[in-house]
Each structure stands twice: as structure tokens, then as C-alpha cells.
């Protein structure tokens, strides 16, 4: 399984940025995909996340509003998009696949989760 992230950048206070994840070596429909993100110093903290078919999501209350996560099952890949970016989004961020069960749920911990990228890095200037 191999989860392929990019779309990391330095950007301005106030920018937008696409993160994608492109999976292979799964059956990328039957997992839910999260988003993660690790700053220096901090323990990784769950984003966002999405279900099987993208029709259930789940944000963080630090990007709720601003960052939206979808995915597109026929292209294997699932997407975080983030408007008004802050300094304190600076983060490595990760994508993940959980194998749930339910295709409806998703889930925030870390270890629910199967699957890891290798992490795009973020970062916004003020």
C-alpha cells in the first residue's frame, strides 16, 4: 500500500492550497481517509476526515470553515483543500486510510488508522 501526498508549499497568511494523496495497493473505496498534521514540537492531530463514499465528513473545529476534504474514488485519491491559511497551520501534514467497517463512519485517532502517507509540508508566514 502506498498513500502518496503532495500539493505541500510555502504560502502567505490568507492563502489557499490543494493537498492530494494518491493510493495504490488498496481498495481505495472501502476506506475511509483521513488528514493529519504534526508540528515541530506537537503530537500529531487529526484534520479532517472522509467516508467511503465522501458523503460523511469531519473537520477539526481549528479548520472547520476553512479546509475541505473530498475524495474522488475513481481516481484513488482524496483531497484536503485549505483557504485562509493561518501560521498555526504550519504542520507536516499526512494522509491516512482506515479500514473501517461502516461505510458511513469515520473516525479521529490516529490509531484507528491502517495506512500512512509520507507527509507534504505546510508552511504559512505571516
Known amino acids: 500500500v502506498q498513500l502518496q501526498a503532495s500539493g505541500g508549499g510555502l504560502v502567505q497568511a490568507g492563502a489557499s492550497l490543494r493537498l492530494s494523496c494518491a493510493a495504490s495497493g488498496l481498495t481505495f473505496s472501502t476506506y475511509a481517509m483521513g488528514w493529519f498534521r504534526q508540528a515541530p514540537g506537537k503530537e500529531r492531530e487529526f484534520v479532517a476526515a472522509?467516508?467511503?463514499?465522501?458523503?460523511?465528513?469531519y473537520y477539526a473545529d481549528s479548520v472547520k470553515g476553512r479546509f475541505t476534504i473530498s475524495r474522488d474514488n475513481a481516481k484513488n485519491t482524496v483531497y484536503l483543500q485549505m483557504n485562509s491559511l493561518k501560521p498555526e497551520d504550519t504542520a507536516v501534514y499526512y494522509c491516512?486510510?482506515?479500514?473501517?467497517?461502516?461505510?458511513?463512519?469515520?473516525?479521529?485517532?490516529?490509531?484507528?488508522?491502517?495506512?500512512w502517507g509520507q507527509g507534504t509540508q505546510v508552511t504559512v508566514s505571516s
Open positions: 491516512a486510510a482506515d479500514g473501517v467497517v461502516e461505510h458511513y463512519r469515520v473516525r479521529v485517532g490516529p490509531r484507528e488508522y491502517d495506512y
Open positions: 472522509v467516508s467511503w463514499s465522501g458523503g460523511n465528513t
